[in-house]
Every structure is written in C-alpha cells, then in structure tokens.
C-alpha cells in the first residue's frame, strides 16, 4: 500500500535504507542544526516586519494560530487551565493565552536564546499589565523534546496540561520514530482527559503532489521553496526535505505521514477530532464575524486593489489576478476586498490544522 497517494512509494523494510536514511548516520544531528538556526535569527519589530514580502501570509498563519488556540480554550472554558506551549519559540503566542485566561503555562524550546527571549518578553507583559487583567504564571524550559522526557523538568512533578499547542514544529520530530515517538509522549502522556493537543504542521500528500507534478526535485515561487534529495520514495520516517521562507526558515524537515502520527497518539489514548487544510479551516472560521473581526485587527489580509496589487499590470497580473477576476465579476465591480498573493496562498496552503482530544 502507498503511503503518501497513488503512484508513490514507501519504504518499510528497516533493512532498506534510504538515501535520507544512510546520510543521517554522518550528519550532525539535525536537532542541533534546527536549535542553531533558530538562535541565529533576530528579533525584528514592527516596522521591519511590516516591509517584509510576507507580511500579510505571517499575519494571516497567526490569526489561524490565534483561532485554534481560542476555540480550544473555549471549550475548557470554567476551569483552571494549565497550558504546555511545545515548541514555543520566541514566544509569539503568549498574548494569545493571556487573552484565553489561561493560569499557567510551561514553555518549551530545543533553542535556548529563543526560550529567553520568550521569557523576556512574558516578563515585559507582566510588568505593564494591569491590576484588573488576568496574568498567568509560567515556567521556561530550553530542551529537546524529541529526545527527553519532558517531565523530568518540570518544576511542579506531578502537573497535569489541559491543552497542548505544537505550532510549526511537530514535523522536526520525524525525522525517526524514537524522535516522533518521544515528541508525542511529551505532547500527550501528562494530559488530563478530555485535554486537547492542536497544532499546525505542513500537509506531507499535499507537498508530495507538488513535487510529483514538478518537473525539477524543487518547487516554490519567490516567496518559498521546497527541495526533495529524489522522487518516489517517501519513507515513513526521515524523509527529508529542505524549506525556505522567506527571511524566517531555511532548515532541513521530515514529512509527517498523518494516518501514521494519528495511530502513534492513539497509543497515548489520543482520539482525531479535527485534521483541515489551511483553506479549509479558513473558509470554516471566517464565515463567524468576530473571527472576521479579528482578522482585520490582525490585518491578516491584504486590501485589494491597495499597494502592492496597483503596480505595472505586468508585476501583478499573476500575482493578484484571483482576486481581480473576483472584483471583475458582475455585482463585484468597484468593491474591495481582503486577500493574500497567488504566491502567499501557494505558501500557505502547504499547512493543515490537526486537534487531538484525550479519552482516558
């Protein structure tokens, strides 16, 4: 049986080593490869960000972070929430559980300057919040949870976590099954039932569609790319592939075959509530008004025709002409609208949204 689609192959024979498979046994691990790069990057404000060419798509990857984070957070509603932020990063969530009302929450990142910028900048919330705003308590912990048990870190033994959130990170972990493993015992073991673990993480069918209809081992536009080592042969674990993003990411990661993560996380009495594209979850969410609401304060869409879609017709006519062939039909004349790039939304939409709930 194929595991990623028609026509694709798979290696299961653990006496078949795949290309990807022989070159990790010279390489340096590639856990403190992801650590060195996310160290090196800076932090940049406002301003800097707002020139970037993926302004609106990070924007836009936030508000469909903030949406899942808040309707999970919803559904616990009246209770005491402790929060395992996996994979935290420099910390872009934390207004995120602030506004859920969370009242703790342990941060966890393989980069250790990551961690203490997140650190730094929970500390900076707590101090210019005010008395009547809610603040929740939180631990930082610099460890790689492919390979250590979580709990051995902890300052409190015997805490429990009522959600667990894995943004943009889960797919480092498989890169074998000791790592995926671990990565999902962290995620799920200290759940209480009727917790939830959500996350976001690249569609492995969907780049493996592109790359087949590539006619190179490489696909992507100005603003991403996405290279393969060879076509046609997608272990389950360690296929590697390498991504580019525009200023943000520039790392080696692993496909994540979803039939193969659901069944590993039923072994941590893990149930599948919700696995959507990133189009999908979009079109779901936005027909609510207040996510509307929240996408424009977020300014997770570009207004078109605006800035960047009134250049020269021959810079934008590719790039924007979904959206003018939208405002050229009949009854759209004239109005304005919200969107991404053709190439933001190619980016984008390599990502799905994943919630798992805990039974027992």
Known sequence: MDALGDGTKRCCDEDDESPSRKRSKVQVDHNTNVANHYNRLQET??????????????????????????????????RRLSVLDLGCGKGGDLLKWRKGGIDHLVCVDIAGVSVEQCRSRYEDMRKRSHRDESMFSAQFITADCTKELLANNLDQPDLKFDICSCQFVYHYSFESEAKADMMLRNACERLKPGGFFIGTTPDAYELVKRLEASDSLSFGNDVYRVTFDGKGNYPLFGCQYHFNLEQVVDVPEFLVYFPLMEHMASRYGMRLVTKQRFSEFYQEKVKLSHHRNLMMKMLSLEEFPGEHSEGPPSEDQDEYRHAREHCDRAGNAGIRLGTLSRSEWEATSIYLVFIFQKMS
Not at 49 to 66: E, G
Not at 68 to 75: A, F, H, Q, R, Y
């Open 45 to 78: 404000g406002l301003a800097a960000r707002s020139q970037s060419r993926i302004f609106f798509m990070r924007n836009f990857n936030n508000w469909m972070k903030s949406v899942l984070i808040g309707e999970t957070v919803e559904k616990l509603r009246g």
